[in-house]
Every structure is written in C-alpha cells, then in structure tokens.
C-alpha cells in the first residue's frame, strides 16, 4: 500500500488503490474495503455464473440494471456463493431476461 498524505488531521488521501474503498476513520490509521465491481447478462432462462471473483461470507452483493434485454423483471437472485480468492457467485433471473447487470461486491 502507498504511503498516505496527509492534507489536515484526520484526512488522508492514499494512492494507486485500485479495487478498493477508503474509510477515514478520523485516527493515523486508514481502513481499507476491497470492492469488485463488473456486470453479467442473464440468459433468460438458467443460472448464470460470476466466477473467479474475491468474495467472502461477509461480502455484500448488489446488482443495478446496465442495459435492458428481454423480460426485465426483479433484480438478479443469488442461488450459490463459493468463497475465496477466485470464488464465485450463480445468480437468476426473471424467466425471459436477458438484461445486463452491474454487480458491486463490497468486503
């Protein structure tokens, strides 16, 4: 991890911190959430799979529509979770929705 500056107390910028989110938490130290983000198209009909993704039990999974296909209906439902460092998630759909969605994966 880069060395933080520091602009006043309690306030620091650390760079080259791809695919994470920083917390300030108002101390010296600076908390660090890993976050994943990329999209899956649903195939209207089966389980899709997210894979080779870092996830844990504690991980919070959204989904927001990107680009409309088919029947859209609810947002995507996860079925399964395989934690780990190349983990993965399988998701369904709306019967018939063959939309895109962005998945954020946060912790």
Do not use: C, E, H, W
């Amino acid at each position: 991890m880069a060395a933080p500056t520091i602009f006043q107390p309690g306030v620091q910028i650390a760079s080259n911190q791809t695919g994470r989110v920083l917390v300030d938490i108002g101390g010296a130290q600076l908390a660090v959430v890993p976050v994943t983000v990329g999209t899956v198209t649903l195939n209207g009909s089966t389980p899709v799979s997210i894979t080779n993704i870092p996830i844990t039990g504690s991980s919070d999974v959204n989904f927001t529509l990107k680009t409309v296909g088919g029947t859209v209906g609810a947002a995507p439902t996860i079925t399964t979770i395989t934690t780990g460092a190349a983990g993965n998630v399988t998701v369904t759909g709306t019967a018939g929705d063959t939309s895109v969605y962005t998945y954020t994966i946060t912790g």
